[in-house]
C-alpha cells in the first residue's frame, strides 16, 4: 500500500514539472502579448476598428502583487485611412516616445512595431487626468498606433 503512495505521489511530481514547461512553452510561442482588439477599441474609441495589435497589461504576469492600477502598452494597426482622416481633424506635431517599453511587463514588446517608424503625435487625442492617462503615437508609413494607458477603462 506504502509502495503505491509513492508511485503516485512520484507521478504527480513529474506531470507537475510537465505540465509547467508545456505552459512556458505555449506562452513564449504566443509572444507573452494580448492580440484582440475588442479591448483597445473599448479603450480608445476614436480610432475605430482595429485591424490589429499585439499589447500587454500590468496585470499579466505570475506575480500576484495586487494593484488597482491597469496599465496597457503596445500597438495597433489602423483600419485603411484612419490615420488620414484623423490628420486632418487634429493638429499632429512629430515626437517620438519617451522610452522603450522600460516597464518591467513591457518587455515582450521591445523589437516588435513597425521598422524604422516616424512617429506623430496630437496632444488632442491624448487624455489626461485624475487617475488615467492615454499617450498615442502614430506611425503614417504602416497606419500603426502605438499606446500607453493608465486605467484606459475609466
Do not use: C
Amino acid at each position: 500500500m506504502e509502495r503505491r503512495k509513492l508511485i503516485g505521489i512520484g507521478a504527480g511530481l513529474v506531470v507537475l514539472p510537465a505540465w509547467w514547461a508545456a505552459r512556458q512553452v505555449a506562452k513564449a510561442a504566443k509572444g507573452d502579448w494580448h492580440t484582440d482588439t475588442a479591448s483597445l477599441e473599448r479603450a480608445f474609441p476614436l480610432l475605430g476598428p482595429l485591424a490589429d495589435a499585439k499589447w500587454v497589461s500590468s496585470r499579466d504576469n505570475d506575480r500576484g502583487i495586487p494593484s488597482s492600477e491597469l496599465v496597457i502598452s503596445g500597438f495597433a494597426r489602423l483600419t485603411a485611412g484612419k490615420l488620414a482622416e484623423l490628420t486632418a481633424a487634429y493638429l499632429f506635431v512629430s515626437e517620438e516616445p519617451a522610452d522603450d517599453f522600460s516597464s518591467w511587463f513591457e518587455k515582450p514588446l521591445k523589437g516588435e512595431g513597425p521598422e524604422n517608424p516616424r512617429w506623430i503625435r496630437s496632444q488632442e487625442l491624448d487624455r489626461d487626468g485624475s487617475g488615467y492617462s492615454t499617450t498615442l503615437w502614430f506611425d503614417r508609413r504602416s497606419d500603426t498606433v502605438r499606446f500607453w494607458a493608465l486605467n484606459p477603462y475609466g
